[in-house]
């Protein structure tokens, strides 16, 4: 994040920000500044500017914690598509974004238009919106999501902002035993029979060495980190993403405690007993996928696949002795597997398979999203418009352990 702090506190970036907006960013912070005074930018606007470079371009300590933490937010959102989820979220609020800026170029580009500027001038003047655009920008970049089954499929949230800030509270509670500081922020979105819980918390804090003149010295930094909890009312999963393998277990607990009101809901034994390439391990490697039933999926190329040779461990239990992969971007991947000792009727298993979906569509650049299974419980692809096409995909392809409490519920209805 520090990387990118730098690039957005540019040179450039410098000589073009509107003063007032920065003078109102710093304000938040003042009385905190060891060398510099807000007031200098009321100056001639070379003499302010001079200021802004000093401070902002030095060693990131220079200037208050606060700070810091307020231009590496608008950094995230400070760039073209920063500026798309800002506008997208902007009019599902019903918000005229500074209809004073919607003007066209004179002599000149009007430099406000530029997204670092409109970033900074969010985050000042409407801040929900600010948090929410850094929220979903948060909720597309989880490729990699770990999933829960629920014990029944169904169970409504009645969601609340007391039961939010409850949960809040538990997972800033558990952040902190955990030495990610004491900052935490949940925001809580519906989308369809879907609930999207976003927690901007602190992360570990890092070190650098600095340079200012000919003494170095030593910054600390503690970045924002987003954890994302999707949760589906029909189907009773819930998906974590961003957050740490050993506190995924506890922070589920938490919002089926909590948001659910149903504790234990997630603790079944086949809980991440999700997905299964059985059904590819009888075919192969002749398997391919059956997308007819979707006109929208072009073809679907299985372009990686890894076979592991399973051995007795300790205990009995069965361990990875040795792990094939076969690669081909044409979609061959399993047939390479021919050459090879590798029989899914022995002692192989196929534990990881990568395909790329393409979808029609009617750009230069046709859709694609390249997904990787690898069960139980991990699927991981980009986030687009075509999730559900994807899960469906999965489902309809056999990939997908069937549960028994969600047959004798299907079978009732």
């Known amino acids: 994040m520090a990387g990118n702090l730098k690039k957005f506190v540019n040179p450039r970036f410098i000589k073009t920000i509107d003063l007032g907006l920065m003078k109102a960013l710093l304000a938040r912070h003042e009385g905190k500044f060891a060398d510099f005074s807000i007031d200098v930018l009321d100056q001639e606007e070379d003499a302010a500017r001079g200021a802004l470079h000093d401070l902002l371009t030095g060693a990131e300590d220079s200037y208050p914690e606060g700070l810091r933490a307020d231009l590496h937010r608008i950094a995230e959102l400070g760039d073209k598509r920063g500026l798309e989820i800002i506008q997208t979220q902007a009019e599902r609020q019903g918000i005229d974004l500074f209809p004073d800026m919607k003007t066209g170029d004179e002599d000149a580009p009007n430099r406000a238009h530029e997204p670092k500027h409109i970033a900074v001038r969010v985050f000042l003047e409407h801040p929900d919106l600010f948090d929410a655009a850094a929220d979903h920008m948060a909720m597309l970049a989880a490729d990699r999501l770990h999933e829960y089954a629920g014990k029944e499929r169904g169970v409504a949230i ?84 961003r957050i740490r393998k050993a506190h995924q277990p506890e922070i589920a607990e938490l919002f089926a405690a909590i948001i659910l009101g149903r504790p234990g809901f997630f603790d079944g034994d086949d809980a991440q007993d999700l997905y299964t390439l059985r059904p590819i391990e009888i075919a192969s490697p002749d398997f391919a996928f059956d997308h007819a039933y979707d006109p929208v999926i072009e073809r679907v190329l299985i372009i990686e696949a890894a076979a592991d040779l399973m051995a007795p461990g300790k205990k009995g239990y069965p361990r990875v002795a040795r792990t094939l992969r076969s690669r081909d971007l044409g979609g061959e991947a399993l047939r390479h597997f021919g050459g090879t000792p590798v029989s899914f009727a022995g002692s192989w298993r196929l534990g990881e398979l990568v395909f790329r979906i393409l979808f029609k569509g009617d750009g230069k650049r046709q859709p694609q999203v390249t997904v990787k299974l690898r069960p139980p419980g991990v699927v991981q692809f980009r986030r687009t418009q075509h999730e559900a096409r994807v899960m469906t995909l999965i489902e309809r392809n056999g990939l997908t352990n069937d549960r028994d409490d969600f047959a004798v519920i299907d079978a009732a209805e």
């Not at 949960?167 to 989308?191: E, P």
């Not at 994302?228 to 029909?234: I, Q």
């Open 158 to 241: 009645d969601l609340t902002q007391e039961k939010v800030e409850a949960f809040r509270t538990a997972v800033a509670d558990l952040f902190r035993d955990a030495f990610l500081g004491d900052y935490c922020r949940v925001g809580d979105y519906a989308d369809g029979d879907e609930i999207n819980l976003v927690v901007s918390h602190g992360s570990m804090v890092s070190t650098m060495p600095v340079v200012e003149g000919l003494q170095e010295r030593v910054i600390s930094v503690r970045q924002i980190a987003h954890a994302v909890l999707r949760y589906s009312e029909n189907t009773g999963m819930l998906r974590l993403a």
